[in-house]
């Protein structure tokens, strides 16, 4: 994994990666819309940065989203290997750390963004366009899909708008020289394109026997390779809650208190019963040669007018159901009179519930902007803020009842099973005296200890490897299971003998003749390279293909070979017919500059291109050095057992 990242660091989806890594905070406004905003966000406080809390909630959604995002560009190649080796679970508290310093600055330099700001952030996403028209239905699914409010989503928009207000202030006072706009003009234009042949260390086999004398002299000069390490056995008591929970009754007294306890829990949000008719004009409908931004400006412009004629109709008489089924935008309400049936508060956009809140039932609204066009709304009835009472809650609070008690009851049987075999030095005995059994494993090594019984239990592991043989260890708990074990017996690590693992040597010794003869033959075909200056002279009978890059520059991977450096910056400095060679890890490579293209000078549109992209570079650096000294002066507070 790591490898392709460091052959293809200059391609698109590395550098977008890379920029994650780097940059965290800035990651958020990337994809912080797939986040929504943290208002809701439930769990214990995982932090707080001058005093703003940082939720649990909210750092599982955004180390979720990271997550994603990698997952999506590295597809089976992803692994959780790749989460621990680049720290994805701390690159996911630094991006909210730095994120609700930012805000807290914008905050106090007073940086503000308004909800038609917002409202046009949303109409321009890729995401929710079709034919290039704002489409609610993609909007609408894709909330769905990401378990957001509309609400939630737009402050995730307010947020990533005001930090993109921040990083704009570096960013329009960097400056791009003409030296520097030169060297990058001819990193991006220079290019060259490259004939060559590539094979791996074990394209060619050694034709060299194994002897039983080879066998043994590198078996000798090799031990440790094939070292088997400490391995243990180990007898163990298992019990599950859920095993237990068949056997619990919460007494009445238990709900009441439960019930009072998180009351919060059972908190009902207001609900409304309303109707709209909903205007929305698309820029296509727009006639005339206008600018796309220009149709979008007076598509609202109409689309408001006709609202204002609408609500003048009505408020003339005219039936708010008949106007919707022949007027609004809304089809799928517009049929059943402007009807969206009753709905808990945060399922509609804010500048929608905004305006809900100012109505009482019976009443209707002035024309409302929200992403979708103009709504004039109906609020027919409005269920205010309850609490569940206990009848209505009463069972799901036993089952989470019963699965509290279970697990208390578990850890007081692990506690004495504990307790007793540590005393009598016998576990089975303890187990049995609260009738359960104990189990044994097989042999088993820190490094290979697939045990279908246990699992993922790394507790486990690590407390059998820190103990003593025969001696009972700490009680292991977790919410789904627990143990009590200890080590019944241990076999140091040892070199075994040639017999015992002959095939791994056999292998092993091949591989390595392989390599060997490999390496020979590459330094044969750079010598026969040199003379024949010809590839596929050199190459012929020795099943390799000759393969041709398309042009690349400086700036970009080589297409087909990786971002090489040694093979690029050679590539750069030889002239077309010239020849080289590169041995990188386990690939060999043999090639022939097949052509250049020299950039020439740029005009002014590539001059403009290339300072934008130059300033914006500079910004960035700049905008995180700043972020760096906010942060030095900022109190965080973390609360590292939560992660």
Do not use: C
């Not at 019990?239 to 919460?250: F, G, M």
């Amino acid at each position: 994994m790591l490898s392709i990242i460091r052959e293809h660091a200059d391609s698109w989806m590395i550098k977008a990666i890379l920029w994650l890594i780097i940059f965290a905070f800035i990651g958020t406004i990337f994809y912080s819309w797939g986040m929504g905003g943290s208002a809701n966000s439930g769990g214990g406080v995982l932090a707080s940065v001058n005093g703003q809390k940082i939720l649990q909630g909210e750092y599982e959604r955004t180390f979720n989203n990271i997550v994603d995002f990698y997952r999506q560009q590295f597809r089976n190649q992803f692994s959780n290997d790749l989460i621990k080796q680049l720290d994805l679970k701390n690159q996911a508290l630094e991006a909210l750390i730095q994120k609700k310093i930012l805000l807290l600055e914008a905050k106090n330099q007073n940086i503000q963004v308004s909800d038609e700001e917002v409202v046009s952030q949303i109409k321009n996403f890729p995401l929710f366009q079709d034919n290039k028209n704002f489409s609610e239905t993609a909007y609408r699914n894709y909330i769905k899909s990401q378990r957001l409010t509309p609400g939630e989503f737009e402050e995730g928009q307010r947020e990533t708008l005001l930090l993109d207000k921040l990083e704009k202030m570096f960013r329009t006072n960097s400056k791009a020289s003409k030296s520097e706009i030169l060297e990058e003009f001819s990193n991006q234009e220079d290019k060259v394109k490259l004939e060559y042949v590539r094979f791996t260390s074990d394209h060619f086999e050694s034709e060299l026997k194994i002897t039983d004398q080879d066998l043994q002299t590198f078996f000798q000069a090799n031990k440790a390779r094939f070292e088997v390490p400490p391995q243990i056995r180990v007898k163990y008591v298992k019990v599950e809650p859920k095993n237990l929970e068949s056997q619990i009754e919460p007494r009445e007294e238990d709900i009441e208190d439960y019930y009072q306890t998180k009351i919060a829990d059972f908190n009902v949000k207001k609900k409304y019963k309303a109707s709209h008719i909903l205007t929305h004009l698309k820029p296509s409908d727009i006639e005339g040669d206008f600018p796309e931004k220009e149709k979008q400006k007076k598509a609202d412009e109409e689309a408001k007018q006709k609202s204002m004629e609408l609500l003048e109709r009505i408020n003339k008489g005219a039936d708010f159901g008949e106007v919707a089924k022949k007027h609004s935008d809304d089809p799928a309400s517009g049929a059943n009179g402007g009807s969206l049936g009753e709905f808990p508060k945060g399922t509609m956009v804010s500048a929608f519930e905004k305006a809900l809140d100012k109505l009482k039932p019976g009443e209707i609204s002035e024309p409302v902007l929200s992403p979708f066009g103009y709504h004039i709304i109906k609020l027919e009835d409005v269920k205010e803020q309850r609490i569940k009472p206990l009848t209505e809650v009463k069972e799901e609070i036993i089952k989470t009842l019963k699965g509290i008690k279970a697990r208390q009851r578990v850890k007081r049987i692990i506690k004495r099973i504990h307790n007793e075999a540590k005393q009598e030095g016998n576990l089975d005995k303890a187990a049995e005296n609260h009738q359960l059994q104990t189990a044994e494993t097989g042999f088993f090594s820190r490094k290979e200890h697939l045990i279908p019984e246990i699992g993922n239990q790394p507790e486990f592991f690590n407390t059998a490897f820190s103990l003593e043989i025969n001696k009972v260890g700490e009680p292991i708990m977790t919410p789904e299971v627990s143990y009590v074990l200890k080590v019944i017996e241990e076999k140091p690590k040892y070199i075994p003998g040639l017999g015992e693992v002959k095939e791994k040597v056999e292998d092993a010794l091949k591989e390595s003749n392989d390599e060997s003869a490999t390496l020979k033959k590459f330094d044969e075909l750079k010598e026969s390279l040199e003379k024949k200056k010809d590839l596929e002279k050199t190459t012929k009978g020795y099943d390799l293909s000759i393969r041709n890059t398309p042009f690349f520059s400086k700036s970009e991977s080589i297409p087909g070979i990786g971002n090489i450096s040694e093979i690029k910056e050679k590539a750069f400095s030889m002239k077309p017919g010239e020849f080289s060679s590169a041995k990188v890890r386990n690939r060999f490579y043999l090639y022939k500059l097949a052509d250049i293209e020299k950039a020439g000078t740029p005009d002014s549109k590539q001059i403009k291109q290339i300072a934008d992209k130059i300033k914006a570079e500079k910004g960035r650096q700049a905008f995180q050095e700043w972020v760096e000294i906010l942060k030095a002066g900022a109190e965080i507070l973390v609360d590292k057992t939560l992660l």
